[in-house]
Nanobody
């Protein structure tokens, strides 16, 4: 069955960095766009970034531009999100998802999320 498993979250100080990973299985990872979303405490789901199936096309929410980098390794069926210059507003549960209609936040599959907490 389709499975997406995020990892790499944790507690980091403001200004720090984290690299999230999402291991995919149960489908042909290399054929699909992949996305990262996040949900901060008490707030709605927010799209963060997406990447094309071949990794060439990338797009970011304004909140992520210049600080976050999405990438993928199709040989390893893994999606990544490098997050730099983190601040408290980045504290959220981060999800990876496959084959999404981003405007309506509908995706074929979702992971369970990995928690990122930015605090001193």
């Amino acid at each position: 069955q389709v499975q997406l498993v995020e990892s790499g979250g944790g507690l980091v100080q403001p200004g720090g960095s984290l690299r999230l990973s999402c291991a995919a299985s149960g489908f042909t990872f290399s054929r699909y766009y992949m996305s990262w979303f996040r949900q901060a405490p008490g707030k709605g789901l927010e799209w963060v970034s997406k990447i094309s199936s071949d990794g060439q096309d990338k797009d970011y929410a304004d909140s992520a531009k210049g600080r976050f980098t999405i990438s993928r390794d199709n040989a390893k069926n893994t999606l990544y999100l490098q997050m730099n210059t983190l601040n408290a507003e980045d504290t959220a549960l981060y999800y990876c998802a496959s084959n999404c209609n981003v405007p309506i936040m509908t995706c074929d599959a979702w992971g369970l999320g990995t928690q990122v907490t930015v605090s001193s």
